[in-house]
């Protein structure tokens, strides 16, 4: 069945239109008219997050996990519905895009489970004593308990995983906070879809329409009175750093600053150690184009540079890696913005004094190929714009004149989402000695492996350190996430008749 978008948002459970439109740009096919969200929406839609909060947000981890599920089975069952939509709009191919629907499906179902084991709430109990000299403790009790309604921002590049009933919305649910989601103007309609089938689980499991509203489209006014809005407690956002950074300043310039989780993009460096570059370095330059073009480089964690120390195996590795890029395919990029975004790193890392052009193709509206460029570790080193991500499929190969500088570009470095090592036995000493400088650098490190592909688990760390996101203390992927959406409150000398159930005996 074909999904015809109805163009309305959802506002505390009623679909809304207004008399402001706005026409989406669809990577093939008809493009559709889509009402576009106002602060009065926002400011409807948020009230009624309150609203809810009052009653969601003292649901049973039973409750919360049943809706999470529901959430899920409803998406699956929009499943082709939603693969063509997103396709049309966004010209990834529905491989991707079914792959990516099991991930949301998949986290949902994580989180339901993770918040039923309870783990997560921390709980902590110091027993009262009366009679301890000099003076007697109280009985002390501890939880994590939901802080309120939440803001969150969908995602251009992952369409369903990042978006509507992403990791942001889910954790948010699941910690007990209602959410208000900011679509995404590229896929509005996969928004839609998305955001029907999380209307269809709220009224399933009867609870307040308010849970989960979605306001699409918009001026930069309607993103501004959401992230400002008194009633907003925290902000879930993936995007850019301008973007991320202008709604981080938002957050802190309010007269109640909030936490703003800005997840902003990064390099993710690759160090290729010197026994692996001598003995792999055709088989990693092979791995790394196929990593670097993966969506068309449209990945957070597309891992945009690889230091190596100059010599035959450089050169082996330069070679390999440009073979490797040079059959690469072009493919559609997200949006015309993100692809003359692509053509403007481009031209910056070019025109870079000192950089060195190894592939050049082509990148005509929204159709990108890979770029290839190297240069030397003294260049690196004294241009920090060689270091800003070019959201792509655009590679540097850093030549660093020996371990030392190797190390001296490693610290040299922003924060980062993931670093990588490759490395064999013998480079273990050499590996030790970087360990402590990409342990300050990065949230996930990883070992002769490439960064694009983020598993869903307990274990995940999808942060790090500013640029790369704007709390290094927290991630977007993974169980951990949900810890963002709560906060810890201690019970003194409380009568167990008014504790929260978790925290009774």
């Known amino acids: 069945m074909t999904f015809e978008p109805h163009g309305k948002n959802l506002i505390a459970g009623e679909w809304t239109s207004g008399d402001e439109r706005f026409t989406n740009a669809p990577a093939s096919g008809q493009a559709h008219n889509f009402t576009a969200g106002t602060p009065e929406m926002v400011n409807d839609a948020v009230e009624a997050a309150e609203e809810a909060f009052w009653s969601y947000g003292y649901t049973s981890r039973q409750v919360r996990a049943d809706f999470l599920k529901c959430i899920a ?14 396709t049309h709009e966004t010209g990834l191919p529905a491989g991707r895009l079914e792959g990516e629907r099991g991930r949301t499906t998949g986290q949902l179902r994580l989180f339901a489970d993770h918040i039923l084991k309870g783990d997560y709430l921390d709980l902590r109990h110091d027993e009262a004593l009366p009679d301890r000299q000099p003076l007697p403790r109280p009985d002390l009790r501890m939880m994590q308990r939901p802080i309120g309604p939440v803001a969150v921002f969908g995602a251009s590049n992952f369409p369903l995983a990042f978006s509507t009933a992403g990791g942001d919305t889910a954790s948010a649910l699941a910690a007990g906070c209602p959410v208000v989601v900011k679509g995404h103007p590229a896929h509005p309609g996969t928004g839609e879809i998305v955001a029907e089938a999380i209307h269809a689980a709220i009224k399933k499991c009867d609870l307040h329409p308010g849970v989960f509203s979605i306001v699409q489209g918009g001026s930069h006014k309607v993103g501004e009175t959401l992230v400002t809005h008194p009633l907003i407690k925290a902000v879930g956002f993936t995007g850019s750093l301008a973007g991320g950074r202008a709604l981080y300043d938002l957050c802190a310039a309010r007269p109640e600053p909030i936490p703003f989780f800005g997840e902003l993009g990064s390099i993710n460096p690759m160090f290729i150690l010197d026994h692996a570059a001598t003995e792999r370095a055709e088989e990693i330059a092979k791995g790394w184009a196929g990593s670097l073009t993966m969506g068309a480089g ?111 570009i490693a610290k040299n470095l922003e924060g980062q989402l993931t670093c990588t090592l490759h490395l064999d036995d013998a480079d273990q000493a050499q590996a030790a000695r970087l360990m402590p400088v990409l342990e300050r650098k990065a949230g996930r490190l990883l070992a002769n492996g490439f960064p694009t592909g983020v598993e869903v688990c307990d274990s995940m760390v999808h942060g790090g350190p500013y640029p790369a996101s704007t709390n290094f203390g927290a991630t977007s992927v993974g169980t951990l996430a949900v810890r963002r959406f709560l906060r810890p409150v201690c019970y003194q000398n409380m009568p167990e008749a008014v504790l929260p159930e978790d925290l009774k005996a």
């Not at 089975?73 to 997103?86: K, L, M, S, Y």
């Not at 891992?303 to 690469?328: H, M, N, R, T, Y």
């Not at 499929?393 to 190390?407: F, H, K, T």
């Open 298 to 408: 449209q990945f957070c964690t597309n891992p945009g540079i690889s230091i190596v120390v100059d010599g035959p195996a450089a050169d082996q590795f330069v070679a390999a890696a440009k073979e490797a890029l040079g059959g690469a395919d072009a493919q559609t990029m997200l949006t015309d913005g993100i692809a003359n975004a692509y053509r403007k790193g481009r031209d910056r890392v070019a025109g870079t004094q000192g950089v060195r052009e190894l592939l050049t193709t082509s990148c005509d509206l929204r159709n990108a190929t890979p770029y290839l460029y190297e240069t030397d570790g003294a260049t690196w080193l004294a241009n920090k714009e060689l270091g800003e991500e070019v959201f792509g499929p655009l590679g540097i190969v850093i030549r660093a004149a020996d371990d030392a500088e190797m190390l001296a």
């Open 73 to 86: 089975d409803e998406i699956e069952a929009r499943g082709e519905q939603i693969t063509q939509i997103g």
